[in-house]
C-alpha cells in the first residue's frame, strides 16, 4: 500500500477570481488587458481555405486579432458577438453572396460603423450603391504587402513601404525543379 495515493486528501488550491478588467474585456469579446491597448479585431469571411488562411495568418503576424468565418451567417453572427473593426469580405460565398452579406452588415446598428474591405477575382465591379458602403476593393490575385497596406490604412495604422515588383517579367526560377 506504500505506493498508491490517497483519494480523497489533495486538494487542489482554486484559480484567483479574474480582475475587473480582464471579466470585462473577456465579457464584451475584446483582448483588452491591463497593460496594454484593445489589438484590433479584423473579421475575415472566406469559403476558401487557402486564402482565408493566409489573410487570418498574416493578420495575425503584424497583430491584429484575426477571426474566420466560412459563410454569410457564421461571418453575421461573429461580427454581432465580436464587434470587428474591419471586416475582410470575399463576395462568392455559399448560401447568400458577399453582397447579400454586404447589405445585412450596414443594416444592423451593431456592424453598420465598421469599414469592409471587399476581396474580390478579377474583373468585379461594384454597383455605385455597393462602393460607398465597402472602405476598399482588392481584386485575386493580390501582392500580399500591398494588400496588409490596404488593411492598414483602413484601420488607421501606418502603412509600410513596399518595393516594386514586376510580375510581367519570367522567373527564371520558377520552373527550375
Known sequence: MRGKPKRGRSVKPRPAPPTSVA????????????????????????????????????????????????????????????????????TSLPYRDGFQALAEL????????????????NGLKLSADDEREVAALVSKPFDVDKLLNVFRRVL???????????YDVDDVHLHSW
Open 23 to 90: 471579466r470585462e474585456a473577456r465579457t464584451n469579446g475584446t483582448a483588452a488587458s491591463a497593460n496594454g491597448p484593445r489589438r484590433k479585431c479584423v473579421l475575415v469571411v472566406e469559403d476558401n481555405a487557402s486564402i482565408g488562411g493566409l489573410l487570418v495568418a498574416l493578420l495575425r503576424e503584424e497583430g491584429y486579432r484575426a477571426l474566420r468565418a466560412w459563410d454569410v451567417r457564421e461571418g453575421i453572427r461573429i461580427a454581432n458577438d465580436r464587434t470587428p473593426d474591419l471586416i475582410v469580405l470575399d
Open 106 to 121: 450596414r443594416a444592423d446598428e451593431k456592424t453598420r460603423s465598421a469599414p469592409i474591405v471587399v476581396v474580390a477575382a
Open 156 to 166: 488607421g495604422d501606418p502603412e509600410q513601404a513596399v518595393p516594386e515588383r514586376h
